[in-house]
């Protein structure tokens, strides 16, 4: 079993930054797929981006990529999302998630956080 705690939400101005982390606990996460997904109010929840065990390949949404940065520290059992040039539409609760061990980052995740707000001021 692994736990998931998201940080690093809060309110930020259009164009601004934020740096969203996510603390694993339980069971190593040297050989899981890490995702970041997001819910906005009304819609379904969406990928956002992912990254593979030793973080040499990622993944993105088409309407983050060039401002998101997904990463891992495996030794701190954390994963991090940079977000820049953030945009009001990217107001939504973030969620982390991982795989079950030797899950690909592009499978099923099956561990999810309880999820950290973002909002973005126009």
């Known amino acids: 079993q692994v736990q998931l705690v998201e940080s690093g939400g809060g309110l930020v101005q259009a164009g601004g930054s934020l740096r969203l982390s996510c603390a694993a606990s339980?069971?190593?996460?040297?050989?899981?797929?890490m995702g970041w997904f997001r819910q906005a109010p009304g819609k379904e929840r969406e990928f956002v981006a992912a990254?593979?065990?030793?973080?040499?390949?990622?993944n993105y949404a088409d309407s983050v990529k060039g401002r998101f940065t997904i990463s891992r520290d495996n030794a701190k059992k954390t994963v991090y999302l940079q977000m820049t040039s953030l945009k009001p539409e990217d107001t939504a609760v973030y969620y982390c998630?991982?795989?079950?061990?030797?899950?690909?980052?592009?499978?099923?995740?099956?561990?999810w956080g309880q999820g950290t707000q973002v909002t973005v001021s126009s």
């Open positions: 998630a991982a795989t079950s061990p030797g899950g690909a980052y592009y499978g099923t995740y099956d561990y």
């Open positions: 339980g069971r190593s996460i040297s050989r899981t797929g």
């Open positions: 990254i593979s065990w030793s973080g040499g390949s990622t």
